[in-house]
């Protein structure tokens, strides 16, 4: 089965950090931009960032620019969103996906290109 398994959620206080792995199995990763984003209860899935299938572009939600952080490694077929000066509206669970259709060096910032949903990590920001 093709599909991502996202860890390294947990509890953390406000200002700390998290680092997020999300490891690829039965996928060509290193053929695919990747993106993550994240769902928190009651709300919509919302696009987080995205790093390019040649690691030279990456972009990032205005809400955590400046605080997160993306990248790969494609020997490890692994993508990393390292996450810092975490709020408590940073609570959610986090998704990554492959970004199929995007080229070399472009990554996608909707859900459109993206496929092979892994089935989270919840992250959750709280005294």
């Known amino acids: 089965q093709s599909q991502f398994v996202e860890s390294g959620g947990g509890l953390v206080q406000p200002g700390g950090s998290l680092r997020l792995s999300c490891v690829a199995s039965g996928i060509n990763f290193h053929h695919y931009g990747t993106g993550w984003f994240r769902q928190a209860p009651g709300k919509e899935r919302e696009w987080v960032s995205c790093?390019?299938?040649?690691?030279?572009?990456?972009n990032f939600a205005d809400s955590v620019k400046g605080r997160f952080a993306i990248s790969r490694d494609d020997a490890k077929k692994t993508v990393y969103l390292e996450m810092n000066r975490l709020k408590p509206e940073d609570t959610a669970r986090y998704y990554c996906a492959a970004d199929i259709v995007s080229d070399e060096d472009e990554c996608g910032m909707t859900s459109y290109p993206y496929t092979f949903w892994g089935q989270g990590t919840q992250v959750t920001v709280s005294e």
């Open positions: 790093i390019s299938r040649n690691s030279g572009v990456t």
